[in-house]
């Protein structure tokens, strides 16, 4: 096998950092849009904590405008893509934080991934458990 040059593995190192940081980052919105949902929904209302709700949502909101100004978005698709495609497609079955609103490069960018056929056969639908 052939060695990398520095410049090859500056290269693949940034690229695969860049996918792994996104796809963290929609890790982190799956985590805050379940704590938003238990806090707003699931949990019982005498024991709901509207600060932990609050902060949930600042994080959802936050990091959507993150992504908004990535210009990793229009990178070729990668594992990143993938994982904050069907992370915004669960915050949206939810119901969770408007995503797309005020944010034109994300929700183009969405909707396009939307019409992806994987994304299409495992659209979510009617009552889940989670």
Known sequence: MALMTSMMRTRFCGARRAALRLQALAHGLCDAGIALRW??????????Y????????IKLIESCDFVERDPGLDDPIHIGHIALA????????????????????LSHWYRAFLQRPSMQ??????????
């Open 50 to 57: 509207k600060p932990i709700a609050d902060g949930m949502t």
């Open 86 to 105: 069907t992370a915004l497609a669960w915050l949206e079955f939810r119901r969770l934080p408007e995503f797309c609103q005020g944010r034109p490069r």
């Open 121 to 130: 056969k495992t659209d979510y639908a009617g009552e889940t458990h989670d």
């Open 39 to 48: 806090e707003t929904e699931r949990r019982p209302e005498p024991l709901r």
